[in-house]
């Protein structure tokens, strides 16, 4: 039975008329193309796109130059240079990403203990030059204030940053160390 059947297919060509309803179908149907530059599509929330340095409240960076982000990309497109300050404090010179080699993985956001590098939704950037291409740390800054400043950026850490301190509650069934017993 199996034999008459694949004879059937082979002689009557079925595969190729089904296909050929298929695309039949396809051309009756309406598109669907968006026509980009006036109909755009949002940004999904914890979309990773144009990177920033978060700024602390009194407008410093909040990036104290620990090098976990540059140590864990996986293109190695991130570069931290420090010095030592007057305090013996590590001080931030430059912080620079090569955005044309990043693969936009997330892993330096997720590496950053401080929370000090996130990728922003912003993703319609583009240029002719590499140079533009090329942030350092002003332009890292400079897209913090431009894309997440505010409530904006208060509410991405309340989302995807983990763990937060409310995270750290006891349970009622939670087993509770009282002391040593004697």
């Known amino acids: 039975m199996a034999l008459i059947k694949d004879l059937a297919k082979k002689v009557f060509l079925l595969e190729i008329f089904k296909g050929m309803a298929l695309t039949f179908r396809m051309m009756l149907s309406p598109a669907v193309t968006r026509q980009y530059p006036e109909e755009k599509r949002g940004a999904f929330p914890g979309f990773r796109g144009l990177h920033a340095l978060v700024r602390k409240e009194d407008g410093s960076a909040r990036c104290v130059g620990c090098g976990l982000c540059a140590a864990i990309c996986p293109s190695k497109c991130i570069d931290v240079y420090t010095s030592e300050g007057a305090d013996h404090t590590k001080v931030v010179d430059r912080y620079e990403i090569e955005v044309l080699r990043c693969v936009y993985c997330g892993f330096c956001v997720e590496a950053c203990p401080f929370g000090a590098v996130v990728l922003t939704e912003h993703f319609e ?58």
Do not use: T
Request: hydrophobic letters at 35%; a positive charge.
């Open 125 to 182: 950037y583009s240029d002719y030059s590499r140079a533009a291409l090329f942030m350092d740390k002003d332009k890292l800054l400079g897209n913090w204030d431009k894309y997440m400043a505010g409530k904006k950026g208060i509410e991405y850490f309340k989302r995807f940053w983990r763990p937060l301190s409310e995270d750290f509650k006891a349970h009622d069934d939670q087993a509770v160390f009282r002391g040593i017993r004697k």
